[in-house]
């Protein structure tokens, strides 16, 4: 279920199979080609698709210094269905305190004429991280990934 007061989504139908968004969200070299908008570089340290498993990326807007991105971990990995994952909880299974804003995001792959219903609900604990988090430009960030992962099967995908 949806709240608008606390959640922020995203939506699209992506001309490939749901096995090739699963392999470009859980093949780090893969991973690493969508994950952040150009130009930024990502560098993939962890990523274990699986329940408790970590999700650990640095980025650079050089490709020389990284910096730390994202440290989360998984709640759900269902196989070519559905991620659940958090950067509430870090890779170390500690509490965090995230910046810009603590959420959880549930990502859903779902079959469709043209390819994968991809979906995205971002989960906040409050109306202001979600406001705040929209105004970081969500629909902006998380909508040029998809595209970028969105090229990347689509490239991949047979004629």
């Known amino acids: 279920m949806i709240d608008p007061e606390l959640d922020l989504t995203l939506h699209r139908v992506i001309r490939a199979p749901r096995e090739r968004i699963w392999d470009a969200w859980t093949r780090p070299e893969q991973f690493a080609q969508w994950w952040t908008p150009a130009p930024t570089v990502t560098r993939v340290d962890r990523l274990e698709a699986t329940p408790g498993g970590a999700l650990v990326t640095r980025m650079s807007e050089d490709g020389t210094t990284f910096v730390p991105h994202m440290d989360a971990v998984f709640l759900v990995a269902d196989a070519?269905?559905?991620?659940?994952?958090?950067?509430a909880v870090d890779s170390?299974?500690?509490?965090a305190e995230p910046s810009p804003v603590p959420m959880t995001a549930e990502v859903t792959f779902a079959e469709h004429a043209d390819g994968t219903e991809y979906r995205v609900v971002v989960r906040h604990r409050s109306p202001s991280d979600r406001d705040r988090h929209d105004e970081l430009g969500f629909y902006d960030g998380w909508g040029s990934v998809t595209a970028a992962l969105?090229?990347?099967v689509e490239r991949?995908?047979?004629q």
């Open 156 to 158: 991949e995908a047979p």
């Open 150 to 152: 969105a090229d990347l």
């Open 92 to 95: 170390s299974w500690r509490p």
């Open 80 to 87: 070519y269905e559905r991620f659940v994952f958090t950067n």
